[in-house]
């Protein structure tokens, strides 16, 4: 398995893999499409092994997209105001 995982991070450049403490080898990928292409060559690969697929996890990640009128005044640590 972590032969497949290997030869997937080499075609899927976007792949990304890691190990939890339990031993659960997590994929992290750009979407489910994606993520369904990996899976689908790592069953061709290794179909002797059974593979089993949780519900994929999104994260979702926001950003500012143009500056506000409004004016914001935070207090520091070392007191200075921004």
Excluded: W
Aim: charged share 25%.
């Amino acid at each position: 398995m972590l032969e497949g995982l290997r030869k997937c991070n080499k075609s899927y450049p976007l792949l990304g893999t890691r190990v939890e403490e339990s031993g659960e080898h997590i994929i992290l990928g750009t979407g489910e499409l994606y993520l369904d292409c990996v899976m689908h060559d790592l069953r061709k690969m290794y179909s002797e092994i059974d593979i089993k697929v949780a519900d994929p996890v999104v994260s979702f990640c926001e950003t500012v997209v143009e500056t506000s009128q409004i004016k914001c005044f935070a207090e520091t640590s070392n007191k200075n105001s921004n």
